[in-house]
């Protein structure tokens, strides 16, 4: 199996898998990019995957359909064009992967994430719960969802690729390293940047991404220092911790 983003609007990736000539996409916000590595590859789209229901992760949609009627739509209980709901456990078999649906809710109320395995590999497409050193802004859902929701990730195996929705990986790594000063992967990280930084092992972002990191302590003590609270447990250092990167 073949992953690639194909790039839309100014940071989003569309993401694509392909299997001999049968794609699956994620998130489609636009259709044009699509259709032209679809075109150029000589692939059929067979399904569509999407994360959460804001319009830079469905726009694309309809125009994906006008070419590919047949096309498999999977999403959640809010998504409008989804002839296949799915939600927490949903499981599935496309080609020689075996996909399986977890609730990741936080950026939003109904935000899922798509786990697929091939052989022993995991592939996480979490669209904008986890970025790279980052996590995604709190909308509909809560600090407690989002916190618990990347605390799940971190069951996985830490060889696992994760594949965000967005490019933000610069402006991650310079809040991060305000957080830890300190880190010397984060600073290796930031001068080592190349475009794309995606997908991302879940082994590198234990070590750069401060929002899974709320454990350690010179972590919780610098993010009391900043916002001027006392703060008693990791959700509450966690929650303080994205307020101040909605003001970074």
């Known amino acids: 199996m073949k992953i690639v983003p194909v790039r839309a609007f100014q940071d989003n990736y569309i993401w694509l898998l392909q299997e001999g000539g049968k794609a699956v996409c994620v998130d489609p916000g636009e259709a044009g990019p699509v259709l032209a590595y ?9 399904q569509i995957w999407i ?37 927490e456990g949903s499981r599935w078999q496309w080609e020689n992967c075996s996909v ?4 990741t809710y936080g950026h939003t109320d109904s935000h ?10 995991k592939h ?5 719960t986890l970025f790279s050193a980052g996590c995604g802004r709190i909308f509909t859902g809560t600090a407690q969802q989002m916190f618990a ?4 990730y971190l069951t ?7 594949y965000p929705a967005h490019e933000y990986t610069a402006a991650n ?15 290796r990280a930031a001068a080592s940047e190349k475009m794309p930084t995606l997908p991302v092992r879940l082994e590198h972002e234990c070590k750069v991404n401060p929002f899974l990191r709320v454990h350690v302590l010179a972590i919780a003590r610098r993010v009391e220092a900043l916002s001027g609270k006392a703060l008693h447990n990791d959700l509450e250092v966690f929650a303080a911790m994205r307020e101040l990167k909605n003001r970074f």
Do not use: M
């Open 38 to 46: 679809l075109k150029q590859h000589g692939l059929a789209l067979e």
């Open 112 to 121: 899922l994430s798509y786990i697929v395995s091939v052989s022993d590999n």
């Open 149 to 152: 929701s990347l605390q799940r």
């Open 156 to 162: 996985l195996h830490e060889a696992t690729l994760f």
């Open 51 to 87: 994360t959460h229901h804001h319009h830079d992760h469905i726009g694309g949609i309809a125009g994906l359909l006008e070419s590919f009627p047949q096309c498999r739509i999977f999403g959640n209980h809010d998504i409008g064009a989804a002839d296949n709901q799915v939600a």
């Open 124 to 128: 996480v497409f979490c669209g904008d």
């Open 173 to 187: 790594l310079r809040f991060a390293a305000h957080i830890e000063p300190e880190n010397q992967d984060i600073a």
């Open 100 to 103: 399986e649906v977890w609730e």
